[in-house]
């Protein structure tokens, strides 16, 4: 990934000369920029996933980081109690954020590793059909 991400060239990984084969070596030169195009794609998620997730883990750090600097300045019991309660709630917006993260992380792990199967769609769509012509409704379009 590191030696993708310092190559100023994102497209042309692979020669359009091979990309243009009509023969085996064609076929892998285009599952192989198939596959630089999603690496690159994937690439560009995680970098745009991380700078989101460090925004939102940074604002309840903060909000934190400033309770506790004014808490350790305040004498007022009431102020105190308000201050520690911004300090429970940003608490757990991080424990919220933080178990968010990892269930995403577990249903993208799941997702990359399920397998994509050929679906006949061709019964699905007549038995949708079907279904369509015995509900609808007076001047709704006829689907056939």
């Not at 004014?70 to 520690?84: K, Y």
Request: proline share 5%; net charge negative.
């Amino acid at each position: 990934a590191h030696t993708m991400r310092e190559s100023a060239n994102r497209t042309d990984m692979v020669p359009d000369r091979l990309l243009a084969r009509r023969d085996e070596i064609g076929e892998v030169a285009r599952a192989l920029q198939d596959s630089a195009s999603a690496l690159w794609a994937r690439m560009d998620a995680i970098e745009r996933f991380a700078a989101d997730v460090s925004h939102e883990i940074k604002n309840p750090l903060s909000s934190i980081r400033s309770a506790i600097e004014s808490l350790l300045r305040i004498e007022d019991p009431e102020r105190q109690r308000r201050l520690m309660s911004i300090i429970n709630d940003d608490v757990r917006r991080l424990d919220r954020l933080i178990t968010d993260i990892s269930d995403a992380s577990r249903v993208d792990a799941e997702l990359s590793r399920a397998r994509a199967e050929p679906v006949a769609i061709v019964p699905l769509l007549s038995v949708l059909a079907e279904i369509h012509q015995a509900t609808r409704q007076p001047g709704q379009p006829y689907m056939a």
